[in-house]
């Protein structure tokens, strides 16, 4: 774990609402084929998942996933099927964790625990980011980015 202060971002995003999986994956192949033809899929983009919802509390039919790309505050939106939004910056306790649906499983179990023997608080003021950066990508990598305060 390290702690980061992540800039504000503004972001490209597609929504998925339902159960949280398969269908996640599948709106990222949309987002990212989105991407590539607006020019904004390279080795330094960044992407990012953001589940809304806990399914023990929320209807799992019911839950949120965004898929989001970060853009410049120059980019010009074209509104297809992409919706544009921003995340604000701040404090987060950053963990790498190997790209594998259970190491991302076993993550969301370790974490929070992890965070209050460390003496951290969760902002639940901001959301929780998956973070997909090229470069660990293509080194089976990826970050879990949770506010604290």
């Not at 023990?56 to 019911?62: L, R």
């Not at 604000?88 to 179990?109: D, P, R």
């Amino acid at each position: 774990m390290k702690i980061e202060n992540m800039p504000p971002y503004r972001i490209a995003y597609i929504r998925q609402i339902g159960p949280y999986g398969a269908n996640n994956v599948q709106t990222m192949r949309k987002l990212k084929s989105w991407a590539k033809v607006n020019d904004l899929l390279h080795d330094k983009s960044i992407i990012l998942g953001i589940a809304h919802d806990d399914p023990e509390i929320t209807n799992p039919d019911n839950c949120r996933y965004d898929t989001c790309i970060v853009v410049s505050d120059d980019y010009y939106f074209n509104h297809e099927y992409v919706d544009e939004g921003k995340i604000a910056g701040g404090n987060y306790a950053v963990f790498k964790i190997s790209h594998t649906a259970e190491a991302v499983q076993k993550a969301w179990l370790e974490i929070f625990p992890q965070l209050l023997n460390q003496g951290y608080q969760l902002d639940e003021a901001r959301p929780i980011l998956e973070r997909y950066i090229a470069e660990m990508v293509n080194n089976h990598y990826c970050e879990i980015c949770v506010p604290i305060k």
